[in-house]
């Protein structure tokens, strides 16, 4: 079993609509989960963190964090065309792991 | 704020042919990384530097090395070329928060294609 496990897609969601994108993870170690955003022939960039469990909210976007089920979210609320883009869950505990990312299109 | 910058954008080796990949960062971070990006296999460490002066193996370093020159330098060379080496390759940076967390700027990434 992989570190970090993340559906590729691609996704395909009309505009408006909630978006949610998962990881599961095996490592019980990770304590610090993060979400990369990616747009095509550009670098990742970061767009949340949270340490440990719980939910993280930063304008339209919501982290999820479930370590009991080695588990974690990204919801997207009210999606945007420019919110089409790869994301990659990365996870840290003395070293960072990501997962392959998720491409996501929203359909105008 | 130019955070962290990369050259080349793009290069077309031959096998067996020797490159350097520059890398530099403006926001004083102790760490800095390399990684390749292939389709269906994700961000892959290859070399990284926690500090000046240090530098340790990640998941994939055969065929490079690296040095890390000053504080806002690291650089990878591939020293005879593979067409496996066809990639992209981002260098990234860090510095720990005060949760303990190490967020990871990204540069733009350098395309490689060995032909």
């Known amino acids: 079993q992989k570190e970090v496990e993340q559906d590729p897609g691609p996704l395909s969601v009309p505009e408006g609509a909630i978006v949610s994108l998962n990881c599961t993870y095996s490592?019980?170690?990770?304590?610090?989960f993060m979400w990369y955003r990616q747009y095509s022939r550009k670098g990742p960039e970061l767009l949340m963190y949270?340490?440990?469990?719980g939910n993280k909210e930063d304008g339209r976007f919501t982290a999820q964090v479930d370590k009991s089920s080695k588990y974690i979210s990204l919801f997207i609320r009210d999606s945007q065309p420019s919110d089409s883009a790869t994301y990659l869950c990365a996870m840290k505990d003395d070293k960072i792991i990501f997962g392959k990312g998720t491409r996501l299109h929203i359909l105008p | 704020n130019a955070g962290v910058t990369q050259t080349p954008k793009f290069q077309v080796l031959k096998t067996g042919q020797s490159m350097t990949l520059q890398c530099a960062q403006d926001?004083?971070?102790?760490?800095m990384y390399w990684y390749r990006q292939d389709p269906g296999m994700g961000l892959r460490l290859i070399y990284y530097s926690a500090s000046e002066g240090t530098t340790d193996k990640g998941e994939v370093p055969n065929g490079y090395n690296v040095s890390r020159l000053n504080k806002r330098e690291f650089s990878l060379r591939l020293e005879s070329a593979a067409p496996s080496q066809t990639s992209v390759y981002f260098c990234?940076?860090?510095?720990?928060?005060?949760?303990?967390?190490?967020?990871?700027?990204f540069g733009a990434g350098s395309r490689l294609t060995v032909l």
């Open positions: 990234a940076s860090s510095a720990q928060d005060r949760t303990g967390a190490n967020v990871l700027t």
């Open positions: 926001m004083n971070h102790n760490s």
């Open positions: 949270t340490y440990s469990s």
């Open positions: 490592n019980s170690a990770f304590q610090y």
